[in-house]
């Protein structure tokens, strides 16, 4: 059973850059072939996908984030990290990591407020 773990810094300031991380553990991030998500849920609404890396690290992006977003990894740590450009306060919300392999898996969301 796979089990994802994001951290992040909680509050970033407008323009700034915010980089998350999702650590797995109980599958590794470089075998099969799964879709390694970041998604974004602003407050008192909906789950918005942001983008994805995938097993042989190939990433993808949500074509209205793609210029602001970057997807790395870390195999050593068996991490992947979330990279959000140019923050504004319409960034604020739950960013959660997820993958389907056989079942859905979630991290517990991890907070970040924008805000000077």
């Known amino acids: 059973q796979v089990q994802l773990q994001e951290a992040g810094p909680g509050l970033v300031k407008p323009s700034q850059t915010v980089s998350l991380t999702c650590t797995a553990s109980?599958?590794?991030?470089?075998?099969?072939?799964?879709?390694w998500s970041w998604i974004h849920q602003p407050p008192g609404e909906g789950l918005e996908w942001m983008g994805a890396?995938?097993?042989?690290?190939?990433?993808f992006y949500s074509p209205s984030l793609q210029s602001r977003t970057s997807i790395s990894r870390d195999t050593s740590k068996n991490q992947f990290t979330l990279q959000l450009n140019s923050v504004t306060p319409e960034d604020t919300g739950v960013y959660y990591c997820?993958?389907?392999?056989?079942?859905?898996?979630w991290g517990q969301g991890t907070q970040v407020t924008v805000s000077s």
């Open positions: 997820y993958v389907q392999r056989f079942a859905d898996y």
């Open positions: 890396i995938d097993t042989f690290g190939h990433t």
């Open positions: 109980g599958g590794s991030i470089t075998t099969g072939y799964y879709y």
